[in-house]
């Protein structure tokens, strides 16, 4: 069986990292499984790579989608693992408890998930699940504890609120002038988080996921 640096040295030969991993002993998992490893985008050489693929250049709907699934069902087929994905799925895979049981992942002051690495620009293409423990690294330290926290003011029409997601109120702004910014750029309040601008995300892989958000 492949340790974690093995799997994570083919996860990255498709611009995709190992963003967290969960263990049976801390918190269940589906029948089967010892251990779940989460699948995220590489950073910024993640669009380079994806906008090469014909999932990409068909134009046929959900390309990424599609690409996840025929990439991370290959690496759970290479890896003797088996591929969960954050979408396609009734119920939906519990992908939001998954990372907060990782310790890599934290609820963010806006309540979206936040990443050691890669901020608020986290997003999980799968996961592969493993029949045997695999040796995890320890829970890393929350990112926002030391923060000035400038998500919390960043959005532009105060859509993220104690209450939760004004999603209406999200989708009116970028109808208007003033919203092509986040449109074009990705959500003001992801740009906003200090780790997200460590981290860097090409625009246009931003503006990808905005036009699916709001077509």
């Known amino acids: 069986m492949p340790g974690l640096a093995q799997i ?12 967290g991993g969960v263990q049976k002993t801390t918190r269940p998992l589906p029948d089967g499984l010892e251990t779940l490893l989460m699948i995220a985008p590489d950073g910024p050489r993640f669009w380079a ?16 989608d599609r690409w996840s699934v025929r990439v991370i069902d290959a690496l759970a087929h290479e890896l003797g693992a088996r591929a969960f994905y954050p979408f396609g799925a ?12 990782s310790g890599q992942a934290r609820s963010s002051p ?21 029949a ?8 890393t330290p929350a990112p926002c504890d030391p923060c000035t926290r400038p998500c919390v003011s960043a959005c532009p029409v105060g859509a ?6 004004d999603i209406p109120a999200c989708h009116a702004f970028l109808d208007t002038p003033a919203g092509a910014d986040c449109m074009n750029n990705g959500c003001a309040v992801r740009r906003a988080c200090p780790v997200s601008q460590a981290f860097g995300r090409d625009p246009e892989q931003s503006a990808f996921h905005m036009r699916h958000f709001h077509p």
């Open 8 to 19: 994570e040295r083919q996860v990255q030969r498709h611009a995709l990292t190992i963003a």
């Open 49 to 64: 790579h994806f906008t090469q693929s014909p999932e990409y250049r068909d134009g046929q709907p959900d390309p990424m």
């Open 90 to 101: 009734r119920p939906p895979h519990p992908f939001f408890t998954w990372a907060l049981a």
């Open 110 to 130: 806006v309540q979206w998930l936040i990443h050691d690495r890669q901020g608020l620009w986290l997003s999980f293409r799968g996961a592969l699940g493993f």
């Open 132 to 139: 045997v423990a695999i040796d995890l690294p320890a829970a």
């Open 160 to 165: 993220l609120t104690d209450q939760g997601y």
